[in-house]
C-alpha cells in the first residue's frame, strides 16, 4: 500500500490479509496530521469529522472509542464589509435591501426558468450554467463566480457541476423567505453538525486506523513502479516486489512514477487536472 493517509490506513486496517503500507514522510496521516505548540495540539489543514456512513460513526467512536466534543456549525461568509450567515445562497436577506431585492428577483425569475425539471443534471453543461441556472446571474456574478473561481483555480465554464449534488447546499424561495421574517434557517449543507477530539488533534483518527505498526514503513518516498514486474524502487534505494499494489498517492503524482506504461496510460495520467492543498 502507497501512501498511510487515512485511505492507505484504512485499506490496511479493513483488509482480512497481509499488507505492509509505505510512506514518505516520518510520521502517518498525511494531511491528517498534528503538531503541539506549548501543550496545545495543532492540524496540518483545516479538519472536522462529519459522517455520512453510520459505520464510519460507529467505528470510531465505538470501535476507537475517540472522545469527541459534537458542534452545531455557525459559519458566516465575510462578503462586502458584512458577515452574511451560511450558507450564503439562503440569508441573502441580510444584505441591504437595494441588493436583496436585486438578488430576489434575479432568483425567482431563475426558478420561473427552470420549471418543473429544473433540478435535472442534465439541463446544464458547466458550473457556470448550473450556477446562473439555480440562483440567478447576480449571484452568481457577485459570489459563486468569484468565490470558486479563487477556491478550483479553473475556468467555471468548463468545470463540471456533477459535485455539487452532495457539496452544495440547495435552498428554495419558501426557505429564503422564512428566513427574510424571522424564521429559522434549516440545517443546510452536508456539515451542520460535526465533531472533533477532546484531547488531542486531528491524529488521533489516523493513529486509531494502526492495526499492525511493524507493518508501516516511514521515510520511503517512490521513486518509480513497474506495473509489468510489479517492483517499486525508492529513493533511498529499497526495492519491494509486490503481488497486489495499492496506491492512495493522488493519481497525477503516480502517474508520473510509473516506469514505461503503455501509451494509452500515460496520455490518459497527462490529461488529470487537480488542486492542491500543498
Known amino acids: 500500500v502507497l501512501g498511510a493517509g487515512l485511505a492507505g490506513l484504512s485499506f490496511a486496517y479493513h483488509f482480512p490479509g497481509n499488507s505492509a503500507l509505505y510512506e514518505k514522510e516520518a510520521e502517518i496521516g498525511w494531511l491528517c496530521r ?28 465505538e470501535k476507537f472509542c475517540i472522545q469527541c466534543n459534537q458542534f452545531i456549525r455557525n459559519a458566516v461568509v465575510q462578503f462586502r464589509n ?70 478550483w483555480r479553473y475556468n467555471l465554464k468548463k468545470l463540471t457541476h456533477l459535485w455539487t449534488k452532495d457539496f452544495f447546499p440547495m435552498v428554495n424561495l419558501e426557505e429564503i423567505l422564512n428566513i427574510r421574517f424571522g424564521g429559522k434557517g434549516q440545517a443546510l449543507g452536508y456539515n451542520p453538525l460535526f465533531w472533533y477530539p477532546v484531547h488531542s488533534g486531528i491524529d488521533v483518527v489516523a493513529n486509531a486506523f494502526v492495526k499492525d505498526p511493524h507493518s508501516i514503513f516511514l521515510c ?35 502517474g508520473r512514477m510509473l516506469s514505461r506504461p503503455p501509451g494509452s496510460i500515460r496520455r490518459s495520467f497527462q490529461q488529470l487536472r487537480c488542486n492542491s492543498l500543498l
Open 34 to 61: 498534528s503538531f503541539q505548540v506549548e501543550g496545545h495540539p495543532f492540524d496540518y489543514n483545516a479538519h472536522l469529522l462529519h459522517f455520512r456512513s453510520g459505520y464510519v460513526k460507529k467505528l470510531l467512536f
Open 82 to 151: 458584512r458577515q452574511i450567515s451560511y450558507p450564503f445562497q439562503a440569508y441573502i436577506s441580510q444584505f441591504s435591501a437595494k441588493n436583496y431585492h436585486r438578488y430576489m428577483q434575479d432568483f425567482v425569475d431563475a426558478q420561473m426558468r427552470r420549471g418543473p425539471c429544473g433540478n435535472n443534471a442534465f439541463l446544464y453543461g458547466s458550473f457556470e450554467d448550473w450556477a446562473e441556472g439555480v440562483f440567478g446571474k447576480e449571484l452568481y456574478k457577485d459570489f459563486f463566480k468569484p468565490f470558486n473561481r479563487k477556491f
Open 220 to 254: 520511503h518516498t517512490v521513486k518509480t513502479v513497474d506495473i509489468k514486474r510489479k517492483i517499486v524502487s525508492f529513493e533511498n534505494g529499497e526495492k519491494v516486489h509486490y503481488d497486489t499494489l495499492v496506491t492512495s498517492i493522488p493519481l497525477i503524482e503516480f
